[in-house]
């Protein structure tokens, strides 16, 4: 069933914001604190706080291609815990040697090591399958975004509940036959040539 | 078997590395208690585990510990944790 802790609950319309423009990587992750701000879950203040983590610890919060998970820790300017998605108009880099440029922005808002924890293995799952994080990053706006973010919840819950597997379970939104057989194909080899994954282009190739 | 999923803060890109790696192993039919840490405790909880997941640049944070450091590139590529577990971990080749 989708709960409290689902990511379409703590990604409330307000947190998602498409094609922003940002001049450089802080910049960017000052669009996912005014994401998360928006949507109440954290204050001004997190954005600073978030840029500080990588100040101090470096870009390994760009945790996949062109993905960054952009965060900082439990404090007062966490307000509840919570999500925002930001894509960008134009990738910015964030210094990581490997998966730069950046056009994903996930922003987390965490009260504990617990609560969002249902909400970023959905997230995970979402991006790990080609076809719909191109679908994700392909959505016109943000009800786009959520739609998809709700139709897989239902799948995996319904799924869940047939005691059947879930991997390659497509979500409405997927509409096609071929981006299901994409799907199911990209998920055996995920194993792309070189280890090189085009954010964008790997689903359409394999479609 | 301890496996210790290291991140900057211990809750974001550390929680996917540990659900990550619970996946894989359960695809290579292993067993493993997989916990996270932050790098400010990870050369402490380093002396109680038998391997360290972890980022390239974490890595070179951590240092000299006693596991071996296996570094993720791309954290939501189950493909890429699975192989490096295989050859990582004492059963992953069979």
Redesign the interface.
């Known amino acids: 069933m989708v709960g409290p802790g689902s990511l379409s609950a703590l990604l409330p319309l307000r947190a998602i914001r498409l094609r922003q423009s940002a001049r450089d990587w802080r910049d960017a992750v000052r669009r996912a604190g005014e994401a998360l701000t928006a949507s109440g879950a954290a204050s001004p203040a997190y954005a600073d706080e978030m840029i500080a983590t990588v100040e101090q610890l470096g870009p390994y919060i760009v945790i996949a291609p062109g993905i960054a998970l952009a965060h900082s820790r439990p404090s007062p300017a966490v307000l509840r815990t919570g999500l925002a998605w930001v894509t960008l108009a134009r990738p910015v880099r964030f210094g990581h040697p490997e998966n730069d440029p950046v056009s994903l922005v996930v922003g987390l808002a965490a009260v504990d090591d617990g609560a969002h924890v249902e909400a970023l293995a959905t997230l995970a799952e979402l991006l790990s399958d080609d076809v719909r994080r191109a679908e994700l990053l392909d959505a016109p706006d943000a009800a786009g975004v959520r739609a998809i973010v709700t139709a897989y919840e239902h799948a995996t819950a319904t799924a869940a509940a047939g005691g059947t597997a879930t991997a390659t379970t497509s979500a409405p939104a997927a509409a096609t036959a071929g981006a299901t057989a994409a799907a199911a194909a990209t998920v055996r080899d995920t194993a792309s040539p070189g280890g090189r994954t085009q954010i964008r282009q790997e689903g359409e190739v394999e479609a | 078997m301890k496996i210790l999923a290291v ?7 550390g ?2 590395l540990r ?2 790696a619970e996946k894989a192993l359960r695809q290579l039919g292993l067993k493993a208690d997989v916990e ?1 840490s932050d ?1 400010g405790s990870a050369r402490a909880a380093a002396q109680t585990a038998d391997l360290i997941l972890t ?4 890595a070179e ?1 951590i240092g000299q510990v006693k596991p071996p450091i296996v570094t993720i ?8 944790m699975v ?1 490096k577990l295989r050859s990582a971990l004492p059963g992953g080749q069979a």
């Open positions: 991140c900057g803060m211990g809750l974001g890109s929680l996917l659900m990550q996270v790098i980022t390239a640049e974490l944070q590139r791309n954290f939501i590529d189950l493909n890429e192989e």
